[in-house]
């Protein structure tokens, strides 16, 4: 049972190059989320889908594009990288048949944009 | 709006002291609390949780949390510091509102001193 696998795990870009980070679960959790970190401020949630075909912006969406076509994958597009989207990204899911309502992450893609 | 509030972005103790890592929230829906560990390099592993059971929480690692509704706080604490307890503390909040909703605070690093 693999989890949350986010790949991949290191990533150099240069400005306006477009990527695509992935994050794949095997849980069947309905609900998966991406959040980017950066010093001092936490996890940001950029978008979150609550089932397949289902998306919806977080607290800082803008330069990010999400789609949920499978209950399994939920990729991040990055359509023009820039500096300000230097991050360490995390995967999230959880569902509701756990009564604490937990998530599990992924283990993070650390992306650099020069 | 919901957030959560990290009293202190560096704590530093001295190995065998008492850890004590502050987290306050803002909640108008009742919330389910975190607190999630993450080591150098490494993705977020949950310490422990708050589900509305029992307001004293005992996580892994010996660490354990006291939800005080009064208080809006969720503080983390650690009778003795061990040096592997060197690591970045973020608590989080979590909520249903349309969809659900993980927020987090900006994170306290604790440094252990010899």
């Known amino acids: 049972n693999a989890g949350v696998t986010q790949t991949p795990k290191f990533q150099v870009l240069k400005t306006g190059q477009s990527m695509t980070l992935q994050c794949a679960q095997d849980?069947?959790?309905?609900?998966m989320s991406w959040y980017r970190q950066d010093p001092g401020m936490g996890l940001r949630l950029i978008h979150y889908?609550?089932?397949?075909?289902?998306?919806d912006q977080g607290e800082v969406p803008n330069g990010y594009n999400v789609s949920r076509s499978t209950t399994e994958d939920f990729p991040l597009r990055l359509l023009s990288a820039a500096p300000s989207q230097t991050s360490v990204y995390f995967c999230?899911?959880?569902?509701?048949?756990?009564?604490?309502?937990?998530?599990?992450f992924g283990s993070g893609t650390r992306l650099t944009v020069v | 709006a919901q957030s959560v509030t990290q009293l202190g972005s560096h704590v530093s103790v001295s190995e065998g002291a008492l850890v004590l890592l502050r987290c306050n929230y803002s909640?108008?829906?009742?919330?389910?609390l975190f607190w999630y560990v993450q080591y150098p390099n490494q993705g977020l592993q949950l310490l422990l949780k708050?589900?509305?059971?029992?307001?004293l929480v005992k996580g892994i690692n010996g660490f354990e949390a006291e939800f005080k509704k009064s208080e809006t706080s969720f503080h983390l604490t650690k009778p003795s510091a061990h040096m592997s307890d060197a690591a970045e503390y973020f608590c989080?909040?979590?909520?249903?509102?349309?969809?659900?909703?993980?927020?987090f605070g900006q994170g306290t690093r604790l440094t252990i001193n010899p």
């Open positions: 999230a899911t959880y569902t509701r048949d756990n009564p604490a309502y937990g998530y599990t």
């Open positions: 849980m069947n959790h309905e609900y």
């Open positions: 889908s609550v089932g397949a075909g289902i998306t």
């Open positions: 909640s108008s829906v009742p919330p389910y």
């Open positions: 708050y589900t509305s059971a029992a307001t």
């Open positions: 989080a909040v979590s909520f249903f509102q349309g969809a659900q909703k993980l927020v």
